[in-house]
């Protein structure tokens, strides 16, 4: 069963992203947090199968927290994001994926996409890096 942590600054995005997951029980969500360092902390903390992960948030944008955890404890991080212009910079910074989140709101369009590659990811153990 894979376990999930999402970083989210938003509550409905948060909620809606939760709904989403919970259409399929081999899911586990372990935590939500609403900042990048909280994603950090809880990401070395829990140790979670995947991380899904907002780019824009406060204290820390995606990339740096992407940075640290894939520097101190290499985890799987599927970015659901509107920030298309950083896409290229994250995957090359160790980013499993990256989706693009739906302008109308409706997670049940990237529902399937979203749990495949967790499924897919959550069983690959991505390797440490420096920056």
Known sequence: ????????????????????????????????????????????????????MDYRMPKMNGADALKKIMSESPTSVIFVSSASEVKADLLKLGAAAFIDKPKELDFTSIAQKLINDIKIYSRIKPAKRTY
């Not at 938003?10 to 809606?16: A, C, H, M, T, V």
Request: glycine share 2%; net charge negative; no cysteine.
């Open 1 to 52: 069963m894979p376990k999930v942590l999402i970083a989210e600054d938003s509550n409905l995005i948060q909620r809606l992203l939760k709904v989403a997951l919970q259409t399929d029980k081999s899911i586990e969500i372990i935590s939500t947090v609403a900042d990048g360092e909280q994603a950090y902390l809880e990401t070395i903390k829990l140790k979670p199968d995947v991380v899904i």
